[in-house]
């Protein structure tokens, strides 16, 4: 009974951890990233926009695949041996899988969760930040800073 207890406990840690990881990446998708200002003659953001050519879903569902399919086939390849020889209810490749896809999610969704309090932080402005966001009400210094400004583009969603 207690290997049980603990395999329940140790799994119910791990899916609250990352169920944590996942409900942190989720506020932080939705947080505004902080508004810095722009030289006007900044060459960096001056490029045209272009849509993306592969969305964020694609991108996450692929990865994530990538990484499952993997770690599968690897710890299969390894265990075969062992599978031969063991006649248990749960197959003993499976304790392996478990172990490397627990933390491989973790630090997928830690990677991804850092990334965007990066972004959100200190990022810098988009290459395309002029043609994307058509910035209007501008208040230039004399130096050419602009610190209040609005966006006025219907492609400005595509800034974060």
Excluded: W
Excluded at 92 to 117: E, K, N
Aim: proline share 4%; hydrophobic share 40%; net charge positive.
């Amino acid at each position: 009974m207690k290997p049980l207890i603990d395999g329940i406990i140790r799994v119910g840690s791990d899916l609250g951890f990352i169920v944590a990881l996942i409900v942190t990446n989720t506020v932080l998708q939705n947080v505004d990233p902080y508004k810095r200002g722009y030289f006007v003659q900044d060459e960096s953001i001056k490029k045209p926009f272009r849509q993306n050519t592969i969305s964020s879903t694609v991108l996450y569902v692929v990865s994530s695949l990538l990484i499952l399919i993997t770690i599968v086939v690897g710890e299969v390849i390894v265990s075969a041996k062992s599978l031969r020889k063991t006649h248990h209810r749960i197959p003993v490749v499976l304790y392996p899988i478990y172990d490397s896809l627990i933390v491989a999610c973790f630090g997928y969704f830690a990677t991804i969760g850092l990334t965007d309090v990066g972004k959100v932080s200190f990022g810098r402005l988009r290459p395309n930040f002029l043609d994307a966001c058509k910035p209007s009400d501008l208040q230039t210094t004399i130096l050419g800073f602009v610190g209040n400004f609005t966006c006025s583009s219907d492609k400005s969603s595509g800034l974060r």
